[in-house]
């Protein structure tokens, strides 16, 4: 069974911190993905990363895929109160069979 | 374009009972994912769809079961429910099988079995 565990898994900071989320897992994945939940909704994707040691950046949000394609991480620079949410990575199998999601990361960041 | 739709929304059942859960993907999307979430579990993959056919299957019993119809739009069945199948089901639609482009996830059917 392929796991991705997160950590941590609760996270509450104020606004303007930094912030970074892992995802790690002792399985290589074909390529990782991050979304965000917001409650009462399905998740929305941020980023899929595909090559070890890739490296992408979406405004404050900084992506990496470990070099070995095992894990990843979440940087958030300057958070503010919309990037609160439930923070989960994914991995895709080799072959593309199916989608194994991390345990998840509860952000809240306060005014 | 209209996003996934998912019905109902919420529903409330007892043991032993059926449920049928419905899909509508994204027009021209012909993957269907179906996934399982609850507060212990997380978010566990049940299901792929691909132009009516089951490309693969999570870790599941089988009273989990479902189907794609020749307009994409997909049911996920859940026979003899269980307490333990409470949770949020939210499918996600795709263009090509999964794990090649974007899925877009629906906002779920929330499902209570008492």
């Known amino acids: 069974t392929q796991l991705l565990e997160q950590s941590p898994q609760f996270l509450s900071i104020q606004e303007g911190e930094n912030l970074t989320v892992y995802c790690n897992s002792s399985s290589v994945f074909s390529s990782l993905q991050w979304y965000r939940q917001e409650p009462g909704e399905g998740p929305v994707l941020l980023v899929t990363?595909?090559?070890?040691?890739e490296v992408k950046k979406l405004k404050r949000l900084t992506f990496q895929f470990g070099d070995a394609r095992k894990d990843s991480s979440l940087h958030i620079t300057a958070a503010q109160p919309g990037d609160t949410g439930l923070y989960l990575c994914a991995g895709v199998t080799t072959g593309f069979q199916k989608l194994v999601f991390g345990t998840g990361t509860r952000l809240l960041v306060s005014p | 374009k209209a996003g996934v739709t998912q019905t109902p929304r919420y529903l409330i059942k007892t043991r032993g009972q059926q449920v049928t859960l419905s899909c509508s993907p994204i027009s021209g999307h012909r993957s269907v994912s179906w996934y399982q979430q609850t507060p212990g579990q997380g978010l566990q993959f049940l299901f792929e769809y691909f132009s009516e056919t089951q490309r693969n299957k999570g870790n599941f019993p089988g009273r989990f079961s479902g189907r794609q119809f020749s307009n994409s739009r997909s049911e996920m069945n859940v026979s003899t429910l269980e307490l333990g199948d409470s949770a949020l089901y939210l499918c996600a639609s795709s263009p090509s099988p999964l794990g090649l482009e974007t899925q877009y996830f629906g906002p779920g059917t929330r499902l209570l079995v008492l």
């Open positions: 990363v595909v090559t070890g040691g």
